[in-house]
């Protein structure tokens, strides 16, 4: 270590080290859920960078703040007093509502869940730490859940099901109500995968009618994840479980933190110390924006989505793997062939897409950061390479 250097030079080490990221301005990140926080949350959290809501006693304001903006996260979700907190992104919430699942079933030895094969990674996390088993459900050639394989995976040791609204692969909407109906009297805790759907899905209603109740609006759902820092624009890391008489679970299935200076205090964290400024941040927002204001973002998404989709289906030898129903496009090959070289060509291209082996496609998600003029340039990069490797 040094004895200290001067701020000046210190920025222009960070410049220059830094400088190896890419920026979302660039257009070339194009396969990620993350973006550019909006500037007034990144104003906002800049001040409050230091609030602890790890210990809620000694910052009672920002804790109030949280009840606030999950609630009305909760109504966004059509919920009515809807509980839960922030946490450090979609895969601590995922797990925390995997281990309030087998905590309220302590009855059963080996604690198994059901989900689609199409659930994301955390769930398999979840599963390892929680040493729950996971019973992954089939999908339909067109991507869609097998109901009738999920319902066939249901048996004694059943303590959850978890259902996805917006697929990290393709972005796709799980039959929340159908599984919400198959599961009712059977006494499970049901979870929602909305990390990335969570802040598209409310704003797409009016445009998009056919997505059909993915919320607390089918009484079966217990829970909900949905991260800020996807398509809400909050700050890294800002994620989000919410909860349907979260009081109750947390008397079941709370860790009692006895000793904080600011007082006892029951949670579901994970993490003990955590962040206060990505809260305020995400409450000033939704303050500022407001519904109109999200609306219009996600708007200008969705044009982007069907202008890079249809430019898609005009390419021989490509095809999308679905018709986008948010803003996340797959792509595949037409005749069945690989989509690894596709991806690698592109990334020689500067491309960065997600690559799903699994379904074979390549993922676009049409952040608020992708503009037209960067999807004009990728179409055409994309022509290329489609060219370049024959796939015709
Ligand atoms: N649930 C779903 C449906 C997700 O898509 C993700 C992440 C998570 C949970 C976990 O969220 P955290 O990453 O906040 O824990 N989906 C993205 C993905 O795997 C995460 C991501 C974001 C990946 C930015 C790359 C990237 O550049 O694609």
Redo the contacts with the bound molecule.
Sequence with gaps: MNNGLEKQKIREILERKLSKDLSYDSGY?L????TDAHEFGQEIYAKYVSKNLGDPGLFLGTAELEEEVVEEIGELFNGKKIGGSFT???????LIAMRIAKKLKPNIDRPEIVLPIS????FDKAADLLGIKLRKAKLNDDYSLDLEHFESLINKNTCGAVG?A???SLGLVDPIEDIGNMIRDRDLFFHV?????GFVLPFLKESQLKIKNWDFSVKEVNSI?A?P??MGMGVI?S?GIFIRESETIIQKAGFEIPYLAGGNFKHLHIVGTRPGGTVIAFWALMKYLGFSGFKKIIDDCMKNTRYIAQKIEDIDGIKLATEPVMNVVGITTENGESICELDEELRKFNW?L?KFLKFNLI?I?IMPHVRKEHLQKFSADLCTVVERLKLK
């Design positions: 990140i396969g990620s859920m993350c450090t992104g979609g895969s601590e919430a995922n659930a994301h990674r955390s996805i917006g697929t990290t995968d909305a990390a990335f759907g994840t991260d820092h996807k890391p994620g960065m997600g993922r998600v």
